[in-house]
């Protein structure tokens, strides 16, 4: 979305058409023309949000919307995910569903400042893109580790240091191609696994932020909830949960009610392909349907209601969005990803994103200290027989990069 852009044009398009009736009508044309310039110069407020072109005052709060849909994912709308970003410099993830690191990237956010992520369940559609953000975040300048917060299960195997145990063996042979070869502090994993059954307990403390989390009702025990506070604002993220009392306590006073509210049944069977029954079990008992979301955020009161996790489409909205007001008539957005919240205590501003696809990763932020190379796994003898190492072109690139940056780094394969 570029509205200078698409300004332009529609006021070419338009300039074509006057034209084009005048030459029909025998109209003189520069009498047609006359007193509508093209426009110069720039439009003040855009009513957009360009990632990386505004600063945030010192007492505001950003959220962006990065993932809003489903785990069955699709262009328009990634699986959860959310960003907070906070006028002390802090920034936090809240989920990490798959498909939204993309969304991420295109934030123009140097990695190092993205460390921070709070998963509110081990479903894909909330962790998915984890392995993305962690692994490929070292090759997008993250020098620092990642660190992660998510709940117990009800038995070790199901929390989230065991899950994040198992990541680390699934990825070992990522992890061995990039050690001892690039800068690979980032590959670091720091786990904080704290009780799922803690009810507004303090899961971190830093900076003048504090996260607490509370239990949720979904999938199996091991969800929950967080909310965030900041300098006298308050920002709740339901993760995904049927209506429960932890909620409905403990997100009062919220300047930003995040909660699920799924699509109604009947869309589920039209739209979805589900079966009546299955409808009914996924869209009113396992989640939150639209009455339920609306019932939940009438006793809640926020600043800000924010509905998420549906195919948010022109044709699904309006009946979702009606489906609610027949239990809840305060303030409401119903969320699709780039999504642009800007919160202080006097103005709650919501916007749309405009994304740039060519994204490049933010320079690192420290010096990138040389790998130990001996500590690299390497090839075997056998597969090093394989390499063609085409010296007589290569020597010559290494000679032209080691002169320009005052290095000498040689090339493994040679003849
Ligand atoms: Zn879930
Ligand atoms: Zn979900």
Not at 260 to 280: D, H, N, R, S, Y
Not at 283 to 308: C, N
Request: hydrophobic share 40%.
């Amino acid at each position: 979305m570029k509205p200078g852009i698409s300004k332009n044009v529609s006021v070419r398009f338009v300039t074509t058409t006057i034209l084009a009736c005048a030459v029909i009508i025998g109209v003189d044309v520069s009498i047609a023309a006359a007193g509508s310039p093209a426009p110069t110069g720039t439009v003040d407020d855009r009513d957009v949000y360009y990632p990386g072109t505004e600063s945030l005052d010192p007492d505001e709060m950003r959220i962006v919307a990065l993932g809003t849909g489903m785990p069955s994912v699709r262009p328009k709308q990634a699986a959860a995910c959310w960003l907070v970003e906070l006028g002390n410099g802090d920034k936090f993830l809240f989920d990490i569903g798959s498909g939204c690191h993309e969304r991420l990237s295109a934030q123009k956010i140097p990695y190092d400042y993205l460390d921070k992520v709070f998963i509110g369940h081990l479903h894909v559609d909330h962790m998915g893109d984890l392995p993305s953000l962690w692994l490929g975040g070292t090759t997008m300048n993250r020098l620092v580790p990642l660190r992660v917060w998510g709940p117990s299960g009800a038995t070790p195997e199901y929390g989230t240091k065991a899950s994040m145990e198992h990541m680390e063996k699934m990825y070992v042979w990522d992890i061995g191609t990039r050690s001892g070869v690039i800068d690979f502090r980032g590959g670091e994993l720091e786990v904080h696994e704290f009780p799922f059954d803690g009810i507004n307990e303090v899961i971190y403390e830093e900076n003048g932020v504090t996260v607490r989390s509370i239990p949720a009702v979904h999938g199996l025990d091991g969800a929950v909830s967080f909310i965030l506070e900041w300098n006298g604002l308050k920002f709740v993220y339901g993760s995904d949960t049927y209506p429960n009392k932890w909620y409905m306590e403990h997100a009062k006073g919220a300047d930003i009610a995040v909660h699920e509210c799924f699509l109604p049944p009947t869309l589920l069977v039209t739209k979805q392909g589900f079966a009546p029954m299955e409808a009914l079990m996924v869209g009113t008992q396992g989640h939150t349907s639209p009455e339920q979301f609306g019932k939940v955020m009438s006793v809640v009161q926020p600043r800000l209601a924010i509905g998420y996790h549906f195919y948010n489409d022109f044709d699904t909205e309006p009946e979702v969005r009606e489906r609610v007001r027949k239990t809840y008539n305060g303030p409401l957005d119903l969320a699709v990803d780039y999504m642009v919240w800007n919160v202080t205590k006097d103005n709650i501003r919501v916007r749309m994103s405009a994304i740039d696809e060519e994204i490049w990763p933010s320079p690192p932020i420290k010096e990138k200290i040389p790998p130990d190379t001996g500590s690299a796994i390497g090839f075997s003898d056998f597969t090093k027989s394989g390499a063609v190492p085409f010296e007589e072109v290569v020597g010559p690139i290494f000679d032209e990069v080691n002169e320009k940056y005052g290095t000498d780094v040689q090339p493994i394969f040679t003849e």
